[in-house]
């Protein structure tokens, strides 16, 4: 396979089809991603599973359920940032993106499988106290879930598996290396 970190296009349809690839394959480095939010006491991050990405639409998806802190926090403010790493290669993407909530789509819920529906409806809600872990039943409900859909507006790519690193930016349609 040739480097993608040659050549800007290449480097940028690497991106997207390696975060195709991270929604598709539960394997991948790329199915979970840090998610990074602005909450009520300062930055928050947390890992999310990856559900889908449009390079067409300029869209990455996750989802939560909808009573979390994450869904609080962008609601006062829907920039993130998704963080994904893959050891084996030793490549960062990091996506600036700002995202929209749509919550409770019929069509999402039924093309989840059985098992994903169980973290989409914990009772007492995410983040309340309980007594111990055994207080917590799962009671899946579909209005309870929330897609988070991004809007890509940019995109860095970090190789350390190069010397020296290499790292490039994608933003309002253009390409540019920049010092790692």
Do not use: C
């Not at 926090?73 to 490549?91: K, N, Y």
């Not at 749509?102 to 309980?130: C, F, K």
């Amino acid at each position: 396979m040739s480097d993608p970190f040659r050549d800007l296009g290449a480097l940028e349809a690497h991106v997207w089809d390696r975060l195709a690839r991270g929604a598709a394959e539960a394997g991948d480095p790329f199915h979970v991603a840090t998610l990074a939010t602005s909450g009520a006491a300062g930055p928050e991050a947390r890992m999310v599973g990856f559900r889908r990405a449009d390079r067409a639409g300029g869209e990455v998806e996750v989802q939560s359920d909808l009573r979390t802190a994450k869904v609080r926090a962008l609601e006062r403010d829907p920039r993130a940032a998704l963080l994904f790493w893959d050891p084996e290669t030793q490549v960062q993407i990091r996506l600036s993106v700002e995202m929209r909530m749509i919550a409770s789509d019929p069509a999402r819920w039924r093309d989840m499988p059985e098992a994903a529906r169980l973290n989409y409806g914990t009772d007492p809600a995410p983040g309340t106290p309980v007594g111990a872990p055994e207080d917590v039943t799962r009671t899946p409900d579909p209005a309870r879930h929330v897609a988070l859909v991004g809007r890509v507006r940019r995109i860095e790519a970090l190789s350390l598996a190069h010397d020296p690193h290499r790292r490039a930016v994608f933003e309002g349609g253009a390409g540019r290396w920049v010092a790692p």
